[in-house]
């Protein structure tokens, strides 16, 4: 899975909670590979930012793993609070070794690809397939290619998630295989309608009946 703010991983891990059939979830990150390294290694230290050609995963902390923090505490709100709070001030988060043992270590697998090589992921996939891959999902086909090689995950199937269209990326697509993708077709003119904004004020009760008023709005038509 193409892990920015851990959404779909912490999903997947619900799930399998929950009974799901799934072995283990194998994480892809670019270059700001603050989960890679936590998965891996146990470090979970804050870096800067790099801006990338998968700009979705260019974070330093993903806020969804506070909710996987939450569980491995024991559901400990106050202990996870202050967890949270010492990393924003210090740019480290330390787990506890029974902690990661339980939840990290086989379950989680990760690695981390830069630009370059996210740029012959999707050129390969291109040459083998057919399918133009968008470069965050590109990540996670290069990891599974990578990880799926050793340990338990050869005795399974590997189900890659593809998190964006193509077409959001056009310029990093064809840049790796020539080929510059086109919005699905009922996109296609996309560019052309009209834009509307609306400005609101700071204030909660206004957004609600600004949201309220276009649901009823939608709604009548």
């Given at each position: ?17 929950m ?9 892809a ?18 870096r ?52 990661r ?11 981390a ?9 999707i ?8 399918y ?32 964006a ?6 310029d ?6 020539g080929?510059?993708p ?28 600004l ?11």
């Open positions: 899975m193409p892990t920015g703010n851990f959404g779909n991983v912490l999903a997947g891990w619900i799930a399998r909670e009974g799901a059939p799934i072995r283990g979830f194998i994480l990150s670019n270059t700001n590979d603050i989960m890679t390294r936590f998965v891996n290694d146990g470090d979970m230290s804050a800067d930012v790099v801006s990338t050609l998968s700009p979705s995963m260019d974070i330093q902390f993903s806020s969804n793993f506070e909710r996987l923090l939450f569980e491995m505490n024991g559901r400990d709100g106050g202990m996870t609070a202050e967890q949270m709070t010492r990393f924003r001030s210090t740019g480290r988060l330390d787990i506890e070794g029974d902690q043992d339980r939840y990290i270590s086989g379950t989680f697998r990760a690695a690809f830069d630009d370059a090589t996210t740029l012959a992921e050129k390969r996939v291109r040459a083998e397939s057919g133009l891959l968008d470069p965050h999902s590109a990540t996670g086909t290069a990891a599974a290619r990578m990880l799926a090689a050793v340990g338990d995950v050869r005795k399974g199937p590997v189900v890659t998630l593809a998190t269209h193509p077409a959001k990326f056009p990093a697509v064809e840049r790796a295989t080929v510059r086109q919005l699905p077709a009922h996109l296609s003119d996309l560019f052309e309608l009209e834009e509307r904004t609306q400005t609101v004020a700071n204030d909660l009760a206004a957004v609600q009946t949201v309220e008023q276009l649901s009823d709005r939608d709604r009548s038509r």
